[in-house]
């Protein structure tokens, strides 16, 4: 059975931040639930505002009770509670590193073998001075040769290509690279993981997962969740880089990869399928990507703003919360293969999806539609087959039928970023990136982010609530496919 089994310090770099509060808290809170953690450990949030123990234990305390709905094992979260503190610090101050790396070597000088997990969930105009004050500060303790020490960074890292440069250049002149976790989330969501265990475990999808047999594939991360009070992070952003840049560019080498038989081989495996991504020629390039963004509607009962109207979002922005692209594979198997890939906010439903559609079937009666395999990763999580049969009658007509498992953990389940912090303290790297996958998706990111930031470049409304902007159908109508919703 997993479970950390290491002492540890976590030490959480941005801990008033949305990220801490409706992830990282009730990550640990599961954590321990499930009685994961280790004998000694602790949890210190670090950030500028000056904050006392109990008032940031406070904060804790609610994230967790709001994200488990006030189903809430009090013995376990009061236990949790006392392994955790806060130093108030400024990211610029060497002197406030300094004196949380005493505060850590005093409490760790009993512990056996113990591990300092850093967690950045920073804005990255602060990266470099936490990084360098991490090391100047001692935090990072460069006698251990790296054995002892893990800096997590959360996505998206950097803003394109050349910052990200930085930022590995920065990362890496401190830390050894067994030190680096690039985190992903959806890498870590065990139902996109699924992608590819479901290939492994079943040679009759694998066998279909070529050109001879795929149409064409749709990968959707669609959203009913609006910006939730992250203007000042997502009106920088977009949709493109907060959503494609990592993940969906993530779920496509899941697919595409070759499958190797060990771990170790898998991020290796992983990095090609990316590295033979590429974007498909075209005249224009509102050809292959084009981007849309909320305007005021009704999600299920409730009415909600344009993001014009959300707060903080600078007047007149043209930031994206809908996007749609269009990736090609070099792999001999996939290769003429179009992938298309979406994602948008306050959309009709929450759902992440992959569809695999199939070339037409012999054109035998009437009604035949093509057969499709989707795995749907989140919303109402499944697999499901399209076949066709015959309906009675001495005409040839046929009917669809649709086979479907719904995709459920049924084992040791953690959410994603319980698992990744448990594969983090434990030094397993396997799901999380190397910096050469997240260097290439910026480099297949970068020349559309920068289209589609020209003044000129149309940016398509949606009603809130709906299947997004109209434009979208176009887009793929255009190669003869439809969006499937
Ligand atoms: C994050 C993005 O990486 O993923 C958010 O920054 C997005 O904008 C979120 O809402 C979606 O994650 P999930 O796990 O809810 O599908």
């Not at 009913?224 to 959503?243: C, K, N, P, S």
């Not at 994206?320 to 439903?349: E, N, Q």
Request: glycine content about 6%.
């Amino acid at each position: 059975m997993l479970h950390v089994d290491k002492n540890f310090s976590f030490i959480l770099f941005g801990a008033s931040g949305h990220l801490a509060k409706i992830k990282i808290f009730p990550a640990l809170y599961l954590l321990a639930l499930k009685k994961r953690l280790p004998e000694k450990y602790s949890i210190i949030g670090f950030a500028r505002t000056d904050m006392t123990d109990t008032a940031f234990r406070t904060q804790f305390e609610s994230a967790v009770r709001a994200d488990m709905g006030g189903e809430v094992n009090e013995s376990v979260l009061q236990e949790l509670l006392s392994h955790v503190t806060y130093h108030t610090g400024d990211y610029t101050k060497v002197e406030d590193f300094k004196s949380l790396a005493k505060k850590l070597t005093a409490q760790e000088k009993s512990w056996k073998d113990p591990v300092r997990v850093t967690y950045l969930s920073i804005p990255p105009s602060v990266f470099a001075p936490v990084l360098r004050n991490l090391c100047e500060g001692g935090i990072h303790d460069h006698k251990h040769k790296g054995r002892d020490f893990r800096c997590i960074v959360e996505k998206p890292v950097g803003h394109d290509s050349a910052s990200f440069q930085q930022v590995r250049a920065a990362l890496y002149s401190c830390f050894q690279r067994e030190e680096v976790y690039l985190l992903d989330h959806y890498v870590g969501k065990e139902a996109i993981r699924n992608i590819f265990y479901l290939r492994f475990a079943n040679p009759v999808i694998e066998r279909l997962l070529k050109n001879t047999i795929v149409k064409h594939v749709q990968i959707a991360a669609l959203e009913h969740a609006g910006i939730e009070g992250r203007a000042g992070y997502f009106d920088q952003v977009g949709t493109l880089r907060d959503m494609f840049q990592s993940h969906l560019l993530e779920m496509t080498a899941l697919l595409t990869m070759r499958l190797l038989e060990d771990d170790a081989s898998m991020k290796a495996s992983r990095l090609d399928a990316l590295r033979k991504l590429y974007l498909p020629p075209a005249s224009d390039l509102s050809e292959i990507v084009m981007q849309g963004q909320y305007q005021k509607g009704t999600i299920g009962k409730e009415s909600v703003k344009g993001y014009l109207e959300e707060a903080d979002i600078q007047k007149g922005s043209k930031t994206p919360t809908y996007a749609a692209m269009k990736i090609m594979s070099r792999s001999s198997r996939w290769a003429g293969v179009p992938i298309y890939l979406r994602s948008g906010k306050r959309l009709k439903k929450k759902e992440t999806r992959i569809s695999i559609e199939f070339h037409d079937s012999t054109a035998l009666g009437k009604d035949i539609s093509r057969n499709r395999l989707d795995i749907i990763a989140q919303g109402e999580a499944g697999m499901k087959l399209f076949l066709q049969t015959k309906i009675g009658g001495s005409e040839p007509a046929f009917r669809p039928l649709i086979m479907e498992d719904p995709l459920v953990c049924m084992g040791d389940c953690f959410v994603e970023h319980s698992l990744l912090l448990l594969e983090a303290i434990n030094g397993n790297q396997t799901w999380f990136l190397d910096p050469e996958e997240v260097q290439t998706c910026w480099n297949l990111i970068d020349p559309l982010q920068n289209y589609l930031s020209k003044d000129a470049t149309p940016l398509h409304l949606y009603k809130a609530g709906t299947i997004g902007p109209e434009k979208a159908q176009e887009f793929i109508r255009r190669d003869g496919h439809e969006w499937f919703e």
